[in-house]
């Protein structure tokens, strides 16, 4: 199991979620590669719906290019 921090990249409004830079989560994933592009996302959407009661799978923001993936261990 590894452990990745996701924190978005940028401030913006997106189908009415707004997502501020600096929110972070902490991602646990099986998989040792980017959960972003494993199962579409779907942990990475999970910890930021858990934390901070955003979807953002409505937002549209389930890529590299709204989060920043670091791998922590």
């Not at 707004?18 to 972003?36: A, H, I, Q, W, Y």
């Not at 959407?45 to 290019?65: E, H, M, P």
């Amino acid at each position: 199991m590894s452990l990745f921090k996701a924190t978005i990249k940028r401030s913006a409004t997106t189908n009415g979620i707004r997502l501020e830079k600096g929110m972070t989560v902490e991602v646990v994933s099986k998989f040792t590669t980017n959960p972003l592009n494993t199962n579409g996302g779907h942990e990475v959407s999970d910890a930021f719906l858990r934390k901070f009661g955003i979807d953002i799978r409505k937002a549209n923001a389930v890529s590299s290019s709204y989060i920043d993936m670091v791998k922590i261990n």
